[in-house]
């Protein structure tokens, strides 16, 4: 099935040329923002954009933009192509001198098909634009200024720069991102809040991204970040937003690196946001490549008792000191298959993959 980017939304009950096959369920989406996002927002930008009206414009479609985002990927869990019946609504929500606003999106999850041939078109979301209006083109020179002060070090990133961002989904700049989140992190001891913070900025700007975007950066970034309080950041943002990707671990599990292959481990465990019967299979191929890639690595040998004629098998690591056979390493603390007491060891993987693959078929057969 397709990303749940390419679902039709429309606020008609029908569509001309396209049959709806099965009505699944209704579904909703809640945004709630602070009013002081409103205040803060126009009071720094109402220069740039030319008025407070534009800038309270702008940051409410992004709020819509949010909701209808939501609601499409409640309708895609679902199993639908599109949602009929889109109804937004808007409401100011008071208490103990407080005050936010909520966006509702509701609409009906379906299932649709072109009545012909001719009409397969409509059921795609991908369109020629013919006109484009100035705030586009706006909006499209500052994500060009914003990625060209990412490749060159120099972007600023506040928070009226974040909310850009992530409202425009900047995937060019992910890179630069993970960098300050790199410095960040080592910096945490002396500054743990602004580390905090960013991490929570992160998390909502891969969640912004389209899916494959998701995959293919975040794994990507575990594979080729060195500092490993980083990596276990990056990996946390994954098991968040449940992001299993059956491909990704493989590419981690086929790195020639043992720690790399590791990280793929450890995101074996973790979850998607839904799963069908298809991921059973790749659940179960995955189980098995664990039991390929992380072999023993300690040699076993027996080795006489004091005292005594019988032998008692040991192992010997990679470092030169032998062991006894269920024990780690008494010089570096790693077990025989390579892995140290706090980390997620392979048998435990596959074990929980197994279990995961029986409580799924309780479900989907």
Known sequence: MASHTKILVTTTSTIDGVKIK?????????????????????????????????????????????????????????????????????????????????????????IIEANSPENEAIIKTDTIIENVGVDKINALRNKNLIIEGASQGELILDDKIWNFIISNQIEEVSLFLIKKYT???????????????????????????????????????????????????????????NLFNYEGILRLFNNSAFNIKKRGLRISTYDKTFFNKNDKEDLQKISAKIGEVFIERGIRTLKKQLLSSKEKEVWTCECGKTNDLDSHCSGCELDIYGFYRHEIKPLNAKKYIEQKIELISQYVG
């Not at 996002?37 to 008025?51: C, P, S």
């Not at 208490?95 to 009906?108: D, L, Q, R, W």
């Not at 389209?210 to 970040?225: M, Q, R, T, V």
Request: hydrophobic share 45%; charged share 25%.
């Open 22 to 110: 099965k009505h699944i369920k209704p579904v909703s989406a809640h945004i709630v923002a602070g009013t002081n996002l409103f205040t803060e927002f126009l009071g720094d930008w109402a220069d740039v954009f030319g008025g407070r009206s534009k800038a309270y414009q702008d940051q409410l479609s992004s709020l819509y933009n949010e909701a209808i985002e939501k609601l499409k990927m409640a309708a895609y869990q679902l199993g639908a192509n599109c949602i009929i019946g889109l109804s937004v609504d808007m409401d100011e929500i008071s208490g103990k001198n407080k005050s936010m606003f909520m966006i509702t999106a509701i609409g009906t999850a379906v």
């Open 183 to 241: 410095e960040a992190v080592i910096d945490e001891s002396m500054h743990p809040e602004v580390s905090s913070k960013f991490y929570k900025q992160l998390v909502i700007y891969f969640d912004s991204l389209p899916d494959d975007s998701k995959f293919n950066l975040l794994y990507g970034a575990i594979e080729a970040e060195k500092n490993e309080r980083v990596i276990l950041k990056l990996s946390e943002i994954i098991k968040e937003l």
